[in-house]
């Protein structure tokens, strides 16, 4: 059963220069979390507006639990589709305790069934403690968990969290993360999740949609979206890649830093790209190498180093904390991936697994 199906949505602000929301579609499995991912301003919120149903869409379908909820001629309002919403901040009743912020959508229900799942609830985000206290009295992440408690109460067919940890610190943030998806996993709970945080997209969406430009580029489960990125900017965006030039050869490409065994089904002579993150490349002190260190940034569990090659073009490459190679130190990279790397024909956005040497591609 799918929780939610979007067909073809487009929605245009009245000042907007080019439509927030761009003929989108995707689908959700029921008990399924789907991260919405990609830079701010392209899309996400209003996304989960035009599910929700506080925007009209321009064009498209939006099916909730298979029930039609916008559509040309439908319109359901918010309060009637069924769906809990948690926003980054809170948004919680200050005039209401824990218990009855937890307890709203359930009005009109029996006293005992009320009792019975908000005490599940608070139990289940553990903040039985503090049903009689006051959103003013708790912190940034109790906070966080009553909205939460508060959006799955009523057993919504669909959760809907606009970057619901992006107002507390880092610690908390990712303790955070580590308990809610748990505790949604637990409940079932269909989620669409929003964030600008490749870490967080990763880590809590069983599939990930990565937006740019109102545009969905891919969906796919974390590691189709990281190792098997189907255009340059999901490259780019999630992974942090650096293009390396190359051309196609027999079995493989060449590359100013080597040849790279890849099996590549592009014309021999094709130039292309190679996406490399820091992870794929290595190096080692050598007078004779092909490029100098330029900068060393430590980062705790890793050194982040910066090469640059002789061509001018820099790579980044991970060594661990304690391999500290100086500043200025002449080494020779190489790429130690160890498994298959996203190709781009030059010039095109697209990876060479989708690339269609007929299709006439704009320039990226
Ligand atoms: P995201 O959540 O990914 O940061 P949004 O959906 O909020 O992106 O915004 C997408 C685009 O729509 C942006 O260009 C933004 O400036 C514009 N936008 C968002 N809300 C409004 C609005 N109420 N009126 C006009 N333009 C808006
Ligand atoms: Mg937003």
């Given at each position: 059963?799918?929780?939610?199906?979007?067909q073809?949505?487009?929605?245009?602000?009245?000042?907007?220069?080019?439509?927030?929301?761009?003929?989108?579609?995707?689908?959700?499995?029921?008990?399924?979390?789907?991260?919405?991912v990609?830079?701010?301003?392209?899309?996400?919120t209003?996304?989960?507006?035009?599910?929700?149903?506080?925007?009209?869409?321009?064009?498209?379908?939006?099916?909730?639990?298979?029930?039609?909820?916008?559509?040309?001629?439908?319109?359901?309002p918010?309060?009637?589709?069924?769906?809990?919403?948690?926003?980054?901040?809170?948004?919680?009743?200050?005039?209401?305790?824990?218990?009855?912020?937890?307890?709203?959508?359930?009005?009109?229900?029996k006293?005992?069934?009320?009792?019975?799942?908000v005490?599940e609830?608070?139990?289940?985000?553990?903040?039985?403690?503090?049903?009689?206290?006051f959103?003013?009295?708790?912190?940034?992440?109790?906070?966080?968990?009553?909205?939460?408690?508060?959006?799955?109460?009523p057993?919504?067919?669909?959760i809907?969290?606009?970057?619901?940890?992006?107002?507390?610190?880092?610690?908390?943030r990712?303790?955070?993360?580590?308990q809610?998806r748990?505790?949604?996993?637990?409940?079932?709970?269909?989620?669409v999740?929003?964030?600008?945080?490749?870490?967080?997209?990763?880590?809590?969406?069983?599939?990930?949609?990565?937006?740019?430009?109102?545009?969905?580029?891919?969906?796919?489960?974390?590691e189709?979206?990281?190792?098997?990125?189907?255009?340059?900017?999901?490259?780019?965006?999630?992974?942090?890649?650096?293009?390396?030039?190359?051309?196609?050869?027999?079995?493989?490409?060449?590359?100013?830093?080597?040849?790279?065994?890849?099996?590549?089904?592009?014309?021999?002579?094709?130039?292309?790209?190679?996406?490399?993150?820091?992870?794929?490349v290595n190096?080692?002190p050598?007078?004779?190498?092909?490029?100098v260190?330029?900068?060393?940034?430590?980062?705790?569990?890793?050194?982040?180093?910066?090469?640059k090659?002789?061509?001018?073009?820099t790579?980044?490459?991970?060594?661990?904390?304690?391999?500290?190679?100086?500043?200025?130190?002449?080494?020779?990279?190489?790429?130690?991936?160890?498994?298959?790397?996203?190709?781009?024909?030059?010039?095109?956005?697209?990876?060479?697994?989708?690339?269609?040497p007929?299709?006439?591609?704009?320039?990226?």
């Amino acid at each position: 059963m799918t929780s939610l199906e979007v067909q073809y949505l487009s929605k245009q602000y009245p000042n907007g220069l080019y439509p927030a929301v761009n003929d989108i579609s995707f689908n959700m499995q029921n008990g399924e979390i789907l991260a919405l991912v990609g830079p701010s301003g392209c899309g996400k919120t209003t996304t989960l507006r035009l599910i929700a149903g506080l925007e009209r869409p321009d064009s498209g379908d939006i099916r909730i639990g298979g029930r039609l909820a916008a559509s040309q001629l439908t319109f359901i309002p918010p309060e009637k589709r069924g769906i809990g919403m948690v926003f980054q901040d809170h948004a919680l009743f200050p005039h209401l305790t824990v218990f009855d912020n937890v307890a709203f959508g359930l009005r009109g229900r029996k006293k005992i069934e009320i009792q019975q799942t908000v005490y599940e609830l608070l139990d289940l985000v553990g903040l039985m403690p503090l049903e009689k206290r006051f959103p003013h009295a708790l912190s940034g992440g109790e906070k966080q968990r009553v909205a939460l408690a508060r959006a799955l109460a009523p057993r919504p067919v669909l959760i809907l969290m606009d970057e619901p940890f992006s107002s507390l610190d880092t610690d908390l943030r990712i303790g955070m993360r580590e308990q809610v998806r748990s505790l949604l996993k637990t409940m079932q709970a269909s989620v669409v999740f929003v964030t600008h945080d490749q870490e967080e997209a990763l880590f809590m969406g069983d599939r990930l949609a990565v937006f740019q430009k109102g545009k969905i580029q891919q969906i796919g489960t974390p590691e189709q979206i990281y190792q098997e990125s189907a255009t340059r900017f999901v490259a780019e965006f999630m992974g942090n890649s650096s293009f390396l030039p190359g051309k196609i050869r027999t079995d493989g490409i060449n590359t100013e830093v080597g040849f790279l065994l890849q099996s590549v089904s592009l014309p021999e002579d094709m130039n292309v790209e190679v996406a490399v993150r820091a992870d794929d490349v290595n190096f080692l002190p050598d007078r004779t190498g092909n490029g100098v260190v330029l900068r060393r940034v430590y980062r705790g569990m890793m050194n982040l180093y910066s090469i640059k090659l002789d061509s001018g073009r820099t790579l980044d490459a991970f060594k661990e904390h304690t391999d500290i190679i100086p500043e200025g130190t002449r080494v020779n990279i190489f790429i130690d991936a160890g498994h298959p790397l996203c190709v781009f024909p030059q010039g095109v956005e697209i990876n060479h697994k989708n690339f269609n040497p007929a299709a006439k591609y704009p320039a990226c």
